[in-house]
C-alpha cells in the first residue's frame, strides 16, 4: 500500500546536536510538507516543496533545514539554532498542483523528537 | 488573515450520546475545508472533506459535517459516540493559491466516558 514512511519515531537531541528526520513518500506525490505539532497549538506549517529541487518556508522555518533532491523524500534537519526542539513532526504529502484542489494532504505517523 | 477558530479545547461526552465539533474560519475565497482525527502518537487520519456541492457531507466512522457559508462554520457531528471516537480532532482549511497549504485549528480534545 502506499504511504507516508517518517523515522525514527522517537528521537533524541544533545545539545548544540543537529539532528534529521526521514519523510519518505511512495504516494507519486509532487508536494510535501512538514508540520510541527506542540500541544494546544495545532499544526504550524515549517518548510514546503511543490517540487523536486525547490522548497519554501512556512510560518516556522526558523532552526531548520530540508532538502528535496528526490521525489519521494523530503529530509528535515533540526539544527543546533532551534532552542526549542522538542515536539512531535508530522510529514504530508499532495499530489500534483493541478490535483490540489479536490485532495487531501495524506499524512505520516510522525517523529517524536526531545532534548536529553 | 486565513484562519480556523476550534473554540472547545476539551470535550467530554458520554458513551452514545450526541457529538457536535465546532469550527469558524476566516478566508477570503471559497474555502476547501477538511476535518481530521489523530490518536495519541499518531498521524492524521482525514474524517471528511468539503469542496462545493451538497453542503452537508458524509465521512468516515459515522461523521458528518456540514457548511455553513453565512455563519463561516463547518461543525463535525456524530450521532451516537462509541468509546473509540476519543481522540483530537482538527479543523482545517485549504489555502490554495501560492502557497499551497492547509491551515490548522487548535484541535479539540474529545473524551468520552462510559
Known amino acids: 500500500d502506499g504511504g507516508i514512511t517518517q523515522s525514527p519515531k522517537y528521537l533524541f537531541r544533545k545539545e548544540g546536536q543537529n539532528v534529521t528526520l526521514s519523510c519518505e513518500q511512495n504516494l507519486n506525490h509532487d508536494a510535501m510538507y512538514w508540520y510541527r505539532q506542540d500541544p494546544g497549538q495545532g499544526l504550524r506549517l515549517i518548510y514546503y516543496?511543490?517540487?523536486?529541487?525547490?522548497?519554501q518556508k512556512g510560518d516556522i522555518a526558523e532552526g531548520y533545514s530540508v532538502s528535496r533532491e528526490k521525489k519521494e523524500s523530503f529530509p528535515l534537519t533540526v539544527t543546533s539554532a532551534q532552542k526549542n526542539p522538542t515536539a512531535f513532526y508530522l510529514c504530508a504529502s499532495l499530489p500534483g498542483q493541478v490535483e490540489y484542489s479536490n485532495q487531501p494532504q495524506h499524512f505520516g505517523d510522525g517523529t517524536r523528537l526531545s532534548i536529553l | 488573515a486565513q484562519s480556523v477558530t476550534q473554540p472547545d479545547i476539551h470535550i467530554t461526552v458520554s458513551e452514545g450520546a450526541s457529538l457536535e465539533l465546532r469550527c469558524n474560519y476566516s478566508y477570503g475565497a471559497t474555502p476547501y475545508l477538511f476535518w481530521y482525527v489523530q490518536s495519541p502518537g499518531q498521524g492524521l487520519q482525514l474524517l471528511l472533506k468539503?469542496?462545493?456541492?451538497?453542503?452537508l457531507v458524509q465521512g468516515i466512522k459515522g461523521f458528518e459535517a456540514e457548511f455553513k457559508r453565512s455563519q463561516s462554520s463547518f461543525n463535525l457531528r456524530k450521532p451516537s459516540v462509541h468509546w473509540s471516537d476519543a481522540a483530537e480532532y482538527f479543523c482545517?482549511?485549504?489555502?490554495?493559491?501560492?502557497?499551497?497549504?492547509?491551515?490548522f485549528g487548535t484541535g479539540t480534545l474529545l473524551a468520552v466516558q462510559p
Open positions: 482545517a482549511v485549504g489555502a490554495w493559491g501560492a502557497t499551497n497549504k492547509l491551515i
Open positions: 516543496s511543490q517540487i523536486v529541487n525547490d522548497f
Open positions: 468539503y469542496f462545493s456541492g451538497d453542503t
